[in-house]
């Protein structure tokens, strides 16, 4: 450089000039773009997954915190009318078909509303019954069946949603006995 001269300026004009020297064009080689491209394609494949099971981890927990909340109003019911929803004797494994409340927002159901047959009914217990992180109701069911025997459950169909007398193994239960 001369004296009197200004230096070239830094950056982006210097480093295409080396890069002209050096017999590159400015901008990304074809190779450096599908380099980046497969990094991009790795990071997204390891976090899909991870994603899609987080959220299933926190549908489960959201479904388990709805059913213990459900349970606490069920067992407020009973205290107060001596009855299950659906008018089912508290403490009392039904193994007689059709017992089950698959409506718990239902008058029957005395949680939210009732149809004026409980006695005592001091509620609403709730005041609004949620569906379940996949859309579904939740149910109550005296003679939910595990393991060969018959036990009281609050329960959500889970993910796959195949529910009424269905026992299968991504159902979300909470037994009340």
Excluded: C
Excluded at 84 to 102: D, F, K, L, M, R
Excluded at 108 to 120: E, Q, R
């Amino acid at each position: 450089m001369e004296r009197g001269q200004e230096a070239p300026p830094m950056g982006r004009k210097r480093f295409a000039a080396s890069r002209k020297h050096l017999g590159h064009a400015d901008g990304y080689t074809l190779l450096e773009l599908l380099v980046n491209v497969a990094i991009v394609g790795i990071l997204v494949a390891i976090a899909i997954p991870a994603y899609s099971t987080f959220k299933q981890r926190a549908q489960i927990a959201r479904a388990k915190g709805d059913l213990d909340t459900i349970r606490k109003a069920v067992e407020a019911l009973a205290v107060d009318t001596g009855q299950w929803p659906g008018h089912q004797t508290v403490g009392n494994v039904n193994t007689v078909g059709a017992n089950e409340v698959w409506n718990l927002s239902s008058g029957s159901a005395g949680l939210v509303a009732t149809d004026g047959n409980f006695p005592n009914w001091n509620g609403p217990y709730m005041r609004v019954m949620p569906t379940d992180p996949w859309g579904s109701k939740y149910f109550l069911d005296t003679d939910y069946i595990v393991g060969g025997t018959n036990k009281v459950a609050v329960g959500s169909f889970g993910p796959n949603k195949v529910g009424q007398n269905v026992y299968d193994s991504d159902n979300v239960l909470l037994y009340l006995d």
